[in-house]
């Protein structure tokens, strides 16, 4: 394993050291920290792999450039973010043509970062949702003894057959349980709703006891409630959990700019409210944001905001987990 992988970023703001009000000031180069990080990000530009038409590999440098609009200090929370070392190992170059081999890249580059930070918090910044899986492989590979939970957010169930289909970004949770990575009974999914799953992948799920929570039950529940139950369940028998965010939870007025856009689904503040508590679990070591693209976005960026915005919230809440 090395770092052989990792690139600077398209796109990095000079700005300088003395101060840090906002977040484009505050992450540093992962290359250029003197300490530990607490959380380090990394791009997996890569949206080849996507069933639908998806420019999600453009979202790393979009996701970056954003970082000017936000400050590093939480009002709701009254909390400064400046606290923890928040360090950008850059991204993931990707073969132009050969999406296997990209694959392999990201599972290296994710062992390797697991390996040389074993207590830090890993990010992945897609890229669609095929990434999810050569993540999570590559964490397996480093911690081969320990048990992995998911959790989800997610429209789909992301079980389509990879025989089928080859590695895409609908297949990440199924190759992960047919290759033992993770067990279906470890895998939760909360997002699910109306339309947008056929039976034959409902039937994969309840036969591999998937845990699926749509939407409309965890609104009954309450959200919160939901995700605190799912991340108990998770903990009282995984070692770590992995969170992967399928943008696409979101619904289609709030969130455009997406490949698989769909009616009925979160708004905003749910997702915001979601990663705040997802980022206060110990048992949540890593996450990733997937399937957000930027070309089919509003002259607004609004889904580019959301994604970022989200992305703070699982910050703040990693910091609410010593309080």
């Known amino acids: 394993m090395s770092e052989k992988w990792l690139q600077a970023p398209e796109w990095s703001w000079n700005t300088s050291k003395e101060e840090t009000a906002y977040v484009h000031q505050w992450i540093q180069p992962l290359n250029e920290l003197r300490s530990l990080p607490n959380l380090i990000i990394y791009g997996a530009p890569i949206s080849r792999s996507s069933i639908s038409v998806s420019g999600a590999s453009l979202y790393p440098t979009e996701f970056r450039r954003m970082w000017k609009r936000f400050s590093t200090y939480n009002l709701d929370e009254n909390i400064d973010l400046t606290a923890l070392q928040v360090a950008d190992a850059g991204d993931i170059v990707m073969h132009t043509t050969d999406i296997p081999l990209s694959h392999q ?35 397996k590979e480093v911690c081969e003894q320990k048990t992995i939970g998911i959790l989800q957010l997610d429209t789909h169930l992301d079980v389509r057959d990879p025989e089928e289909l080859g590695p895409a970004n609908g297949t990440p949770i199924r190759q992960l349980i047919d290759g033992n990575i993770v067990k279906g009974q470890d895998v939760i999914n909360i997002g699910l709703h109306g339309y947008f799953n056929a039976k034959p992948l409902i039937d994969y799920a309840e036969k591999h006891n998937i845990q699926v929570v749509t939407l409309k039950q965890a609104r009954r529940k309450g959200l919160i409630n939901t995700i605190q139950e799912a991340l108990e369940r998770l903990s009282a028998k ?50 990733d944001f997937v399937c957000l693209d930027p070309t089919k976005d509003s002259p607004g960026a609004e889904t580019v905001k959301i994604g970022v915005y989200a992305w703070l919230q699982f910050i703040t809440g990693y910091v609410l987990r010593s309080r």
Do not use: N, W
């Open 238 to 287: 995984v070692d770590l959990v992995y969170v992967t965010v399928d943008m696409d939870v979101l619904d289609i007025s709030v969130a455009p700019g997406v490949p698989a856009s769909t009616p009925g689904g979160m708004t905003s503040t749910e997702l915001f409210d979601a990663l705040l508590e997802i980022g206060k679990h110990p048992i949540v070591q890593h996450i």
């Open 105 to 139: 890249r990201i599972q290296e580059t994710s062992a390797y970062l697991v390996e040389r930070y074993p207590h830090t918090i890993t990010c992945m910044i897609g890229g669609d949702h095929s990434t999810t899986a050569c993540a999570v492989r590559g964490i």
